[in-house]
């Protein structure tokens, strides 16, 4: 799912929202753009650019990995679980790393 305002796709590959309910709200756009948010104030260097979602897992926990580049250029990936973007819960950040 691509998004013109926000210019997030999502990619379900490694997992189907339909067996991992706990994905299926992030397979949604907006549900989307609030994680994709909360890694944007998570992140020092906020969010320039998403390159893509894959709805995955991370340590064997259900995860939205997101790839982004930053607002200093360098490239990361962030792995957010399945509440990430809801109050109170932020990010809901599993993991991060500078990509290169």
């Keep these: 799912m691509a998004s013109e305002s926000t210019g997030v796709t999502s990619n379900r590959a490694g997992v189907d929202a339909d067996s991992s309910p706990a994905l299926g709200r992030l397979s949604s756009q907006t549900p989307l753009a609030a994680c994709v948010d909360a890694i944007r104030r998570a992140h020092p260097l ?12 991370f340590e064997t926990s259900p995860a939205a990995l997101v790839f982004f580049t930053d607002n200093s250029g360098a490239r990361w990936i962030w792995a957010s679980g399945p509440d990430c973007g809801l109050a109170g819960r932020g990010a809901d950040t599993l993991g991060n790393a500078k990509i290169g």
């Excluded at 969010?47 to 897992?57: G, K, N, P, W």
């Design 46 to 57: 906020g969010v320039a650019a998403v390159e893509v979602v894959d709805l995955a897992s």
